[in-house]
């Protein structure tokens, strides 16, 4: 970390896509097998360092779904029997096929959170289930900001697909970790669905306008990115939990959503299910590894 007091997170920027790559799984190399995914956990970090220094507080992009983006930030281009990802922040590519290094706010936002996501997924490759608790863990510190002004809607795309890489780990995860992120994940869930209760009927797009304008995406793909597109200051009926739960105690929210006929509405209610299993699953690992070993 003796890049961060002398202020190097532009060449760590610059550096870190070349050693992310190359898909060293196929070639058997050990040792950048171990590597790679550090140093996509110091990248993220690099990431953190460049939006503090353009005063932006990390915030996921505008509807983004972590669950809907497979192909690795840090991946090169080319054939690999993968779709060319696309979305708010989606990194460009240099003529070799290497990631550039971001500059805009949203390809920093997208690839601070997408690191995390890299590094967890090959330390599970890797064996490494340290660094697999030290992605989940700088997620946390990543956004607990957002947390603690209750803006876990906006956090819904990210908090779900953490916990499910965290639940991977088939050893023993630390507990506390566990249940904390499983809590923020539930509350994300909840926080999006009351917010999709409070939404204003005439309003189809999450940013107030009547006709939501989503480029050539398919009505499926559309739908999701609706699904997340929650945004304090952008979307006029964003409030933050606390006051969507008050504002919303007098309703059946479990009615309105379970009568919702729309795509968007049943991405939401598979949204509810599968975080109630994956919280289901958190609460179990989470008793098993602080029970008494021996």
């Known amino acids: 970390m003796a890049w961060i007091p002398c202020e190097l997170e532009g060449l760590v920027r610059t550096a870190a896509p070349h050693v992310l790559a190359a898909d060293w799984q196929a070639t058997g190399d050990k040792e950048m097998m171990l590597l790679q995914p550090r140093v996509a956990l110091i990248e993220a970090d690099a990431c953190k360092a460049a939006l503090k220094t353009l005063n932006q507080d990390a915030i996921p992009p505008t509807g983004y779904n972590a669950a809907q983006h497979t192909q690795p930030a840090a991946a090169a281009g080319g054939d690999d029997g993968l779709e060319s990802d696309s979305g708010p922040g989606v990194a460009e590519l240099s003529d070799t096929g290497v990631r550039l290094p971001s500059t805009s706010d949203e390809q920093l936002q997208r690839l601070l959170l997408e690191d995390v996501l890299t590094a967890m997924r090959l330390a599970l490759a890797a064996g490494q ?132 006929a729309s795509q968007q509405h049943k991405d939401l209610l598979q949204l509810l299910s599968d975080t109630a299993d994956s919280c289901q699953t958190a609460l179990a690992k989470a008793t098993t590894a602080a029970e008494p070993q021996g």
């Open 129 to 260: 289930p340290w660094v697999l608790m030290n992605g989940a863990l700088a997620t946390w510190n990543a956004y607990v900001p957002l947390m603690h002004k209750q803006r876990y809607a906006e956090l819904a795309g990210v908090l779900l697909p953490v916990l499910k890489l965290l639940l991977q780990e088939p050893g023993h995860l630390d507990p506390n970790l566990c249940v904390m992120l499983a809590e923020a994940a539930a509350k994300a869930a909840e926080h999006v669905a009351l917010l999709q209760v409070l939404q204003p009927p005439k309003t189809a797009g999450a940013d107030g306008s009547e006709d939501a304008d989503f480029g050539d995406e398919d009505a499926e793909a559309s739908s999701a990115r609706q699904t997340w597109a929650f945004r304090a200051g952008v979307t006029p009926w964003f409030v933050p939990l606390m006051e969507a739960r008050a504002a919303t105690v007098d309703k059946d929210v479990a009615k309105l959503l379970q009568a919702g």
